[in-house]
């Protein structure tokens, strides 16, 4: 198991940054190549590697496609990185793996269309301090001419939860080499490559990486592709970084919730079916009936066994469909089905936007609420290694396929795109119950997109090879 080289990986890899709470993630535009490099260097050395836990401040940087032809990489640098990076997720066939149609198509987002270079995440311990780095950091744009098309800002809401008022980011993959010790169960952990380029992945293998020919690394920056002793690994200790801005619509969520339920108790019990959790966390699976908080940090629970037919946990749930765990109808075993669900996680990083409906985030008094008018969401941030593998995989064949785990008009029910054409339905949830299953139908879209960009997080000596290129 080969050693992270933590120095030279951007932290957010490594990290969530929950002592951080405040935070908030620029857009950018150039307008002129050299000032946009030297506004590049003078980040450089801000960014925050994995190798040092921040107190105060953390600060990342990552480029679309568009960003890196903008600066110059030379023709052979820029075809090596892969098809969904270069065409973007705004792209008419990246549109229609993803299911943004309608509603969700890219024309209608706020961002993700426009001329998009590159994106800083900015971290900060409280407001004063992030405001703080903010300001330097604006100085030295507005300095070297730099445009911020967007200043989008995130944070944490109270108990870990996301706006409808269920507890979040439970079931998260272990990076086996962060570890101190071998870990007694290996199907628990993932090896770096699934996250991090240049390392080992499930397939005992290197992911695809961008590459540089050694003629264009004359400082000899870069280090070699340890597939291919002619070409130098740019990718080497960075990822993909997948960006979605979600809105929550939550007052529809819980309006539809109580529609179809004859109390506040039943909408509750419903929307947890959605998720495939209960408010609090725990998981269906494990306590079907009530919640149980001593379960509501549990993820060590599968289908396989102990739920193979949905009863607890619909098998369209939100979780259910998002990570399959050891059951997948597709497969013929559950180890089968296990190794299948694990080729297909990634390191979630996002956050939530925008006020809580209640600051409580309980979801009897949220239904409660009328619509206050505000805009609330999720930053929706993953890190992979391989886009169609990880990312467009899940979200074509598991979040918006209708037909998943032999269900017939079901997206899912809380990410999924939801609507109704000559063709095909998506609209429904369905409820395994003996003897007869439950449906419920004409689900509106409880979310949907603002905008969206696939993105190079490159790590640090990537970072300074591309401000070399001159």
């Known amino acids: ?20 709470p405040s935070a908030k993630y620029l857009l950018y535009t150039g307008s002129q ?39 110059e990489l030379p ?3 820029l075809d090596s990185f892969c098809r969904e990076f270069k065409e973007g997720m705004a792209e008419l066939q990246r549109q229609f793996v993803l299911g943004d149609t309608g509603e969700n198509a890219p024309p209608h987002w706020d961002w993700g269309n426009e001329p998009l270079h590159f994106l800083l995440l900015v971290y ?33 809401l109270q108990g870990q939860k996301e706006h409808f008022g269920f507890r979040d980011d439970i079931s998260r ?27 080992d992945n499930l397939y005992d293998e290197l992911a695809p990486s961008p590459t540089v020919p050694p003629q264009l690394d004359p400082n000899n920056r870069l280090p070699e592709h340890r597939d291919d002793s002619n070409l130098k690994d740019l990718g080497k200790n960075g990822c993909y970084l997948v960006f979605r801005q979600m809105k929550q619509h939550v007052p529809i969520f819980w309006e539809y919730m109580k529609a179809n339920s004859t109390d506040p108790s039943a909408a509750i019990g419903l929307a947890s079916k959605m998720v495939g959790r209960w408010p609090d966390g725990s998981p269906l699976t494990l306590c079907p009936f009530q919640p149980d908080p001593s379960q509501s940090d549990t993820n060590d629970f599968e289908y396989w066994e102990q739920d193979k037919a949905g009863l607890k946990c619909p098998i369209g749930a939100h979780i259910r469909r998002t990570n399959p765990r050891d059951h997948l109808v597709t497969e013929k075993s559950r180890k089968d089905s296990r190794e299948m669900a694990a080729k297909h996680r990634m390191l979630r990083k996002g956050r939530p936007y925008g006020p809580p409906l209640t600051p409580e985030l309980d979801p009897e008094i949220i239904m409660q609420k ?28 598991w979040v918006n396929f209708h037909k998943f785990g032999g269900l017939e008009n079901d997206a899912d029910p809380i990410i999924g795109n939801h609507y109704q054409n000559e063709r095909r339905k998506t609209d429904s949830f369905s409820i395994p119950e003996y003897p007869v299953r439950k449906i419920h139908r004409s689900l509106p879209n409880f979310t949907h997109i603002k905008g969206g960009a696939y993105f190079f997080f490159p790590g640090i000596r990537a970072l300074q090879y591309l401000t070399e290129n001159d």
């Open 124 to 156: 900060g311990k409280d407001e004063n301090q992030l405001n703080e780095t903010l300001a330097g950091i604006r100085q030295l744009s507005n300095a070297k001419g730099v445009t911020e098309l967007h200043a989008l800002p995130t944070g944490l």
């Open 370 to 397: 009328p619509d206050d008018g505000k805009e609330r969401g999720l930053h929706f941030i993953c890190l992979v290694t391989d886009i169609r593998r990880q990312f467009e995989f899940v979200q074509n064949n």
């Open 33 to 71: 190549r050299e000032e946009t490099l030297e506004f590049i260097r003078q980040l450089i050395p801000k960014i925050t590697p994995a190798s040092e836990k921040p107190e105060n401040e953390a600060l990342h940087l990552a480029f679309t496609y568009e960003g890196l032809a903008f600066l």
């Open 1 to 20: 198991m080969s050693k992270l080289e933590k120095e030279d990986i951007q932290g957010l890899l490594v990290r969530g940054y929950g002592n951080l």
């Open 173 to 199: 993959p272990i990076i086996r080499e962060l570890l101190s010790q071998p870990p007694q169960d290996p199907d628990t952990t993932f090896p770096a490559g699934e996250f991090i380029m240049g390392y």
């Open 75 to 77: 023709a052979p640098v």
